[in-house]
């Protein structure tokens, strides 16, 4: 690892400024992502600034069906709350299968969110629950907010603070991760909600997270795993490489989206 | 460089790090606490997990700056007098062959117990797998890890 200025952020304003004052730095969350890339030298910041810490940042709240999840609440919390178990299950069950049980206790909902990796499976679920990413200077909408690969409509310097959905009324994740590294290969996340029917797909296309029509429409005439057995989803945009080809993932986005619509 | 105080294993700690220093070489080489191991250093094998504030990290993907003020346990830190349960567990039931990854799995394996204890969950066999998906071994195939981490829920 490159050598790098460590600055622990007791407040999400120190944090904003701490990282406006650096010369090049980033925001450590749980840094499950974070320190493995700059220990091969993929990213070196000049400075760290760790917000794990930041207790504004952190914690699930749950009104009627209203659900704000602040971006340092780890994999381990989300999948462990009762409070949101009991509106969106769907949710606890994604976080509780991310990493392992010692990565969920340190990386973040924001981490992931915010990385926008492509086998990530939070922004699945974002994308599906038509969920507003808060920032400490706006809110995105999920739709806009991932944008390809690695890419988000964040701008240099901002952070994320929380994210906040609707519970849908049916919501299951369903995933298929690669044997050796567990990553998604294919990670599908279906919501039946007041605004209709969403199916976000993560692990499988070749620009990152994205929405398929095709089974929104086939699962909003009839949300039933069988109503999907119509549909083509096409190879083309489809992730190939040595792990799946194309028109394999393409097969995994059909069956991910049966599974998950079977368990919501 | 920057100055951190933790307490690793009960004792207050004080040193001068790089911001860079990870965790694991701060216990290993710092503080000559050389049962927590370094496997693969991508945070897939678990062989470095230790406790902080109660709960198993990989100790290889985070920094010793970012522990400041926190609790640390490792493996030396476990055994109170008599060997641990979980440590007697995996003596009784063979868990380990090389015992190279040992270390974690004892520390992975008591986080699991106090955490289902605490839900009032059952840790029967396909939960114990399932919770070492982050622990790898590879000599022993598993089955006698999973008997000794169970033979200790039994007894914590």
Sequence with gaps: MHNTTYHKASSAAEAASLLSGADDGALLAG???????????????????????????KGISVSGSSVTIGAMTTHAEVASSAELRAVCPGLADLAGHIGDPAVRHRGTLGGSVANNDPAADYPAAMLALGATIK?????????????????????????????????????AYAKFPNPASRYAMCGVFVAKGAGGVRVAVTGAGDDGVFRSADMEAALSSNFAADALDGVTVSPNGMLSDIHGDAAYRANLVKVMAKRATAAA | ?????????????????????????????????????????????????????????????????????????????????????????????????CGFCTPGMIMSGIDMVNRYKAEGKTLDEAAIRAELEGNICRCTGYHNIVKSISQAAGEM
């Design chain 1, 31 to 57: 840094g499950q992502t974070l320190i493995p890339t700059m220990k091969q030298r993929l990213a070196a910041p000049s400075d760290l600034v760790d917000i794990s810490g930041v207790a504004e940042l």
């Design chain 1, 135 to 171: 920032t400490n200077t706006r809110e995105i909408a999920a739709d806009d907010f991932f944008q390809s690969m690695f890419t988000t409509a964040l701008d240099e310097g901002e952070m994320i603070v929380s994210v906040s959905f609707e519970a849908p009324e049916k919501g």
């Design chain 2, 1 to 97: 460089m920057t100055s951190i105080s933790m307490t690793v294993n009960g004792k207050a700690v004080t040193a001068d790090v790089e911001d860079r220093t990870l965790l694991v070489d701060y216990i290993r080489e710092s503080l000559r606490l050389t049962g927590t191991h370094v496997g693969c250093d991508t945070s897939q094998c678990g062989a470095c997990v230790v406790h902080v504030d109660g709960k198993a990290v990989k100790s290889c993907t985070m920094l010793a700056a970012a522990a400041a003020g926190s609790e640390v346990t490792t493996i030396e830190g476990v055994a109170n007098g008599d060997l641990h349960p979980m440590q007697k567990a995996f003596n009784d039931n063979h868990g380990l062959q």
